[in-house]
Structures are given as structure tokens and as C-alpha cells.
């Protein structure tokens, strides 16, 4: 956890301990925080937005660099703009500061539930081919033409969640169920933020039309070439 709340940090760790099976790590700034971040291995990352030294930002952009590790981002409540901006960086899920314990334990097992599940959706595929994408599950690989694309990995669950329906409408429900495994909250843009950056990654088609479609009050839509 990087957070310059002592306070708080200690008291996660005590309930962490508590709830048991988890092994906890704080760093109070962001420097220190990336140092750690990625010279060690961890199953998830919690990280503040204001931060001394590096902010969260800045912090988030530096570990997406080198490791596609789990993180979810602690913001102060209703501010949309920085929700928005984590998950537009890379930052899989995000709660809300002042932050409930229970729910942010909640969130963590949901992610060690999704990055342990093998493969990340329904069905026994651990590889999936539409057009000119091709999505490994074992490696996590996605490739468009001969091209990998380095994604993190709630990017490649929601890709996955709509390469899979590829032609089909999906809506935002079962993205966030499938891919964030939750449902979508009221006033809730994480799925929308996921697809932005999966646009500008992916590319257009070859065809020059856009790869993924928005249908309003719908969902989205993955493109066959077809």
C-alpha cells in the first residue's frame, strides 16, 4: 500500500492480518513506493492519489511501465476527474477516500479472484482469433496483426469479455461482471475509461473503421471485419 497515512496503512494492516492470509507492505511516498513496487512481486497494489515526493499519478505511470500488477487506486470521494484519469493511466479498479475497509478487502479478493481464474471468462478457450486480433490467455498475449500490444490486465479481461461476442452487442453490466467482477455502479465510468485506452492501443481495423463501437444506452460492440 502506498499511502502517506500512517494512520491509516497501519490500521489496513491490523485488519488485513485480522481477516487473514495476507502479507502487507507500506510505503509513504511515491518514490519509495515505485523502488517497491517494482523490485519486488506483489498480487495487488493500493495507491494513493496525493502522495508526497511522486504523486499517484506519476507513481501509476512509472509501475505500468515494467509490471502489469493489479491496482486499485484510493481517490477523494466524487472527485470523477481523478477516477477517471486512474483508470485512463492503467489503474484497474479504484474506492473512494475516506475508504471502507470491508469494501476495499472486498475488491482485493475480487481481483485475486479474477487474475487467478483460468482462463478469464466462461468457457475452456485459451485462445481466441477475431480478424486480425489473437488474445493468449496463458501469456496474457494480445496481438493485432504480428503486433503485441502490451496490456494491463483488467484491459485484457474487458477485450476479452468483447472479442468473445465479437459482431454482438455487450453491454456495460457484463463487462464490469465479466471483466471487473462487479457490477456497474451508478455514475460509474471505469468500463468506459477501460475502452478509451483500448482504442488507442489497438488501433483502427484494417479496413480504417473503428475496432470497438459504442451503442448509446446499449453497450458496446466489437467489430468483425465482416
Not at 486499485?72 to 481523478?82: E, H, K, Q, V
Request: hydrophobic content about 45%; some cysteine.
Amino acid at each position: 500500500m502506498i499511502d502517506d497515512d500512517v494512520s491509516l496503512t497501519s490500521l489496513f494492516s491490523e485488519f488485513l492480518a485480522a481477516e487473514g492470509g495476507f502479507t502487507f507492505t507500506a510505503r509513504h511516498d511515491g518514490k519509495s513506493g515505485v523502488e517497491t513496487a517494482i523490485g519486488r512481486s506483489f498480487d495487488v497494489i493500493i495507491l494513493d492519489v496525493m502522495i508526497p515526493k511522486m504523486n499517484g499519478f506519476n507513481v501509476l505511470k512509472a509501475i505500468r511501465e515494467v509490471s502489469d500488477t493489479p491496482i486499485i487506486m484510493l481517490t477523494a470521494r466524487g472527485d470523477d476527474l481523478d477516477r477517471i484519469l486512474g483508470l485512463e493511466i492503467g489503474a484497474d479498479d479504484y474506492v473512494p477516500k475516506p475508504c471502507n475497509l470491508r469494501e476495499l478487502v472486498a475488491r482485493i479478493r475480487a481481483i485475486l479472484r479474477r487474475v487467478s481464474a483460468e482462463p478469464p471468462s466462461n468457457g475452456n478457450a485459451s485462445r481466441l482469433a477475431v480478424g486480425d486480433l489473437v488474445m493468449e490467455t496463458g501469456s496474457q498475449s494480445v496481438f493485432v496483426g504480428k503486433e503485441l500490444i502490451n496490456l494491463t490486465g483488467a484491459e485484457f479481461r474487458v477485450l476479452w469479455a468483447l472479442a468473445e461476442a465479437a459482431g454482438e452487442v455487450t453491454s456495460k453490466d457484463v463487462i464490469a461482471r465479466n471483466a471487473l467482477g462487479r457490477r456497474i455502479m451508478a455514475y460509474d465510468r471505469s468500463v468506459d475509461a477501460h475502452i478509451a485506452r483500448l482504442r488507442k492501443k489497438l488501433g483502427p481495423l484494417p479496413n480504417g473503421l473503428q475496432r470497438i463501437k459504442t451503442l448509446r444506452g446499449l453497450g458496446y460492440l466489437y467489430v468483425t471485419a465482416s
